[in-house]
């Protein structure tokens, strides 16, 4: 499973696990990137600042005139979008990208992607639907059924989710999924035979090395919707404190959460008063991003029973859409993450 880094410093940095998801995480272009499209991305990146990507990106589509440069182009941009945890955005340029003829259903479903790790469940549908009516592929059509029994599980309906998931891995045609589809089945409905399937067949699988403790699953929204098994929840009551009391909301300024419990914003000075106390390194363990505030305080007052000190950072992003990340501070161990695993949480490291 590869650890990815964001390259730039004057934004978070974001240390994790590749998040296990259906078919190819991030996009790749269909075809070689041509030499106009090379020398863009070379000029790009030499930019230290997420801004100035972004501002030489949108320059090079608006001199690109062949449509095929500039499917590519958006779609590297959509990529270097998503893996910097904008999603909406990189959403939006997949759907752009799409469009341009020929029509590519494959970048609706990166798309759908995206919008399903900030649980936009209805825009996601929407580009699966579109996928399924639409598509002649095969291929492409087995992914957009993948996704679809992913939508149809995080909204709940289990039975129904989990009887197709079953009902795919043994039908040959979703064979690239197979690894994802058994990690889902033991990862949600405790099913033991999933797990062994998995763990035989597919020993060097990402989803195996989860499966044996040996990595973690990115704390995208789109996990926390998916409904964990009984047994994975269980192991999240051990240890409960009853106090909920430890939970703050930070948007760069002040305000209290639903609970009454007033702010301590990570970087104000009222945190970093105290240099031993954890908060004031800014070095943080996350887990959860979220577009709900109200499921943000769900998760938060989850964690704060179990005994965690708990922060939500407010962000708004360019487009307008605000974000909410659920924080806990690196203690001076450096066992943050590993007793949020013991608790059943999965978490990566954020450095301010």
């Known amino acids: 499973m590869n650890i990815k880094n964001l390259r730039f410093p004057s934004f978070s940095l974001f240390i994790f696990l590749t998040a296990i998801f259906p078919g190819v995480v991030f996009a790749q272009t269909s075809s070689p990137v041509s030499e106009k499209v090379s020398a ?3 000029s790009v990146f030499e930019n230290e600042t997420r801004e100035s990507v972004v501002s030489a990106f949108n320059a090079h589509l608006a001199s690109v005139g062949n449509p095929a440069d500039k499917k590519q182009l958006l779609v590297l941009f959509a990529d270097y979008e998503e893996r910097s945890g904008f999603f909406e ?3 939006s340029r997949y759907i752009t990208a799409a469009e341009i003829s020929p029509e590519d259903f494959g970048l609706y479903l990166d798309a759908a992607r995206c919008y399903m790790y900030i649980n936009d469940r209805e825009r996601a549908s929407s580009l699966v ?4 009516l639409g598509s002649f592929d095969s291929d492409i059509l087995c992914r957009a059924r993948f996704y679809s029994v992913c939508i149809q599980l995080s909204e709940g309906d289990t039975d129904g989710a989990f009887a197709l998931l079953r009902a795919y891995t043994g039908n040959d045609a979703f064979k690239a999924y197979y690894p994802q589809m058994l990690f889902i089945l033991w990862y949600a409905a405790d ?8 763990l035989s067949e ?3 699988s990402a989803e195996a090395s989860v499966v044996r403790g040996e990595a973690s699953v990115a704390p995208q929204a789109f996990w926390y919707f998916m409904p964990a098994g009984e047994k994975r929840m269980a192991s999240r009551q051990d240890g409960a404190s009853s106090s909920g009391k430890n939970t703050a909301v930070s948007s760069g300024g002040p305000s209290v959460s639903s609970s009454g419990v007033p702010v301590v914003s990570p970087d104000s000075s009222a945190a970093s008063a105290d240099n031993s106390d954890p908060v004031s390194k800014g070095i943080w363990q996350q887990t959860g991003f979220f577009k709900s505030r109200a499921n943000a305080e769900a998760m938060a007052e989850e964690l ?5 000190r708990v922060f939500i950072r407010q962000e708004k992003r360019e ?3 605000t974000y909410f990340s659920v924080l806990i501070p690196e203690d001076e161990s450096g066992s943050t ?4 695993k013991d608790k059943g949480f999965e978490s990566y490291l954020v450095i301010d």
């Open 129 to 132: 639907r579109k996928t399924l």
């Open 40 to 42: 863009a991305l070379a």
């Open 191 to 198: 099913d033991s035979n999933a797990k062994d399937r998995l």
């Open 304 to 308: 704060s029973k179990s005994g965690f």
């Open 89 to 91: 955005s990189a959403a």
């Open 337 to 340: 993450a590993m007793r949020l």
């Open 202 to 204: 597919y020993s060097d």
């Open 319 to 321: 487009s307008g859409t």
